[in-house]
């Protein structure tokens, strides 16, 4: 990415950074991580083929659609397969 467009709209970057990092209940360096992680960053989540978890913010996200899964007010995201389901904190650190 050219560096000159990242300079002249940190703070706007800045922003929705924060904003992402709150809606989805991690740090701000969590998301950023996130943001830029690579498929080795992430793990199967076991028993739950279609999901996986990143190995240093505890977000999960969909496999194939690459989602993050957005927890609901008490930290948890619902994990689904076939009839399986399981409600699990979304993040370490969750309050």
């Given at each position: 990415m050219n560096v000159e467009v990242l300079e002249k709209n940190r703070s706007r970057f800045i922003?929705?950074?924060?904003?992402?990092?709150?809606?989805?209940?991690v740090s701000s360096?969590?998301?950023?991580?996130?943001?830029?992680?690579?498929?080795?960053?992430?793990?199967?989540?076991?028993?739950f083929p279609n999901y996986e978890q990143?190995?240093?913010s505890g977000v999960i996200r969909n496999r194939n659609t690459r989602r993050i899964l957005k927890p609901n007010a008490v930290g948890q995201v619902r994990l689904r397969n076939g009839t399986e389901s399981k409600w699990v904190m979304q993040a370490k650190g969750v309050k």
């Open positions: 922003i929705v950074i924060n904003k992402l990092a709150e809606e989805y209940q360096p969590d998301m950023v991580k996130l943001l830029s992680a690579s498929l080795e960053d992430y793990e199967v989540f076991e028993g990143h190995k240093v």
